[in-house]
């Protein structure tokens, strides 16, 4: 099957900095990405749906100022949490899908844990 | 808008017994797909089973397999000789046919225990 992959894994970043969170496919192009949050024992929240050359749909709720999403290539999508606060503790999760695949296909990236102290 | 719901947040079952895991949801549309994954204590989302509504046939995957029930809306999940590594969390997922739209509605997840 189809890879993704996130990095870092984990993050630890102090109140008030940035950090950008990097979702690949490795061996597929990938015309959309989906990022989503997980909070604790619950389940996934989506944030937003990014295809690639186009700005990301973000759900309601979600701050576009503050998780900024780029998708500039067939094989990456960036998440960046700006002025990070400790709220923003959560485990990020990508997913991926590409041209061509079955319209059921969408594949996961194994997450990034950001603590924010 | 669709719903998908899970009633159960927690299940435990005995090695190599039989548990079902419960889901609905709620649609309009005809066309769409269904999923069961499963999210170990690593976090990684692992496709378990998928489910096409205009398939009469139950799916199934080795030691799992579901109980598709288009008129009352409900797919649960059946595993099947239970096995230590299957415990997780259980997710039912939704999506829409439509190719323009493959977001997926997420229940809120079954964790299961499995008793040695």
């Known amino acids: 099957g189809a890879v993704v992959s996130q990095h870092p894994s984990r993050v630890i970043c102090k109140s008030g900095t940035s950090v950008k969170i990097e979702c690949r496919s490795l061996?597929?192009?990938?015309?959309?990405m989906f990022w989503y949050r997980q909070f604790p024992k619950q389940s996934l929240m989506l944030m937003a749906t990014s295809n690639e050359g186009s700005k990301a749909t973000y759900e309601q709720g979600v701050e576009k100022d503050k998780f900024l999403i780029n998708h500039a290539s067939l094989t990456l999508s960036t998440l960046t949490v700006t002025s990070a606060h400790p709220e923003d503790s959560s485990f990020y999760i990508c997913?991926?899908?590409?041209?061509?695949?079955?319209?059921?296909?969408?594949?996961f990236g194994p997450g990034t844990r950001l603590t924010v102290t | 808008a669709q719903t998908v719901t899970q009633s159960q947040p927690e299940m435990s079952v005995q090695e190599a017994e039989t548990v079902t895991l419960s889901c609905t949801y709620d649609?309009?549309?005809?066309?769409?797909?269904l999923f069961w994954y499963k999210q170990p204590p690593s976090r990684q989302m692992i496709l378990v089973i998928r489910q096409e509504a205009y398939k009469q046939q139950n799916a199934t995957e080795n030691r799992f397999s579901v109980n598709f029930q288009k008129a009352a809306k409900s797919f649960s999940l059946k595993i099947s000789d239970s096995q230590l590594g299957d415990a997780a969390m259980y997710f039912c997922?939704?999506?829409?046919?439509?190719?323009?739209?493959?977001?997926?509605?997420w229940g809120a997840g079954t964790k299961l225990i499995i008793k040695p």
């Open positions: 997913s991926a899908r590409g041209l061509g695949q079955a319209p059921y296909e969408q594949y």
């Open positions: 061996d597929f192009q990938a015309t959309t």
């Open positions: 997922a939704y999506r829409s046919g439509r190719h323009s739209n493959y977001q997926l509605i």
């Open positions: 649609t309009s549309e005809s066309d769409y797909y």
